[in-house]
């Protein structure tokens, strides 16, 4: 848990949930416009958020969602877990600021947070795919992160088109 006197990240228990849903119904379409179909938008959102995709995602699939807040306004959220047979490789699955606070330093703030955690937890390196046409490639790569390789994958009758990015941490 990281405070200061207005910021805290914490891990998201059941009441988070909403929160989550929150953030992520403010941040799915705009994100995603420019670069997705409607039909894609709206099927891939209906598959990830509802409070069952969440739960699911989190009593299932091992993910852990963090939530962060400013002076107790939900701002933004990431999820993450341990990558399948890989004991020190952790994949960040979701990160996302609400469209009111982006540009202040809380993605950066959200990101390192995350980092320091799954290194505690043994992690050499932190994985993620990021569509190849979000502008926020250009963000991870000032965080440190590199592209690997380009991955394509299918999502019902749809496609995400990715670069899978990672940083070592030392």
Known sequence: MLTDTSV????????????VLAIAKATWEPTYREILSKAQIDYMYEEIYTATAVEKQIQDQGHTFLILYVADTAVGYASYSLRENKESVYKVHKLHIHPDFQGQKYGRTLVGHLEKEVKNRGARMLEMNVNRYNPAVRFYERCGYQQAREENTPIGDFWMNDFVMYKELY
């Open 8 to 19: 805290l990240i914490k891990e998201v228990t059941q009441s988070e949930i909403s929160d």
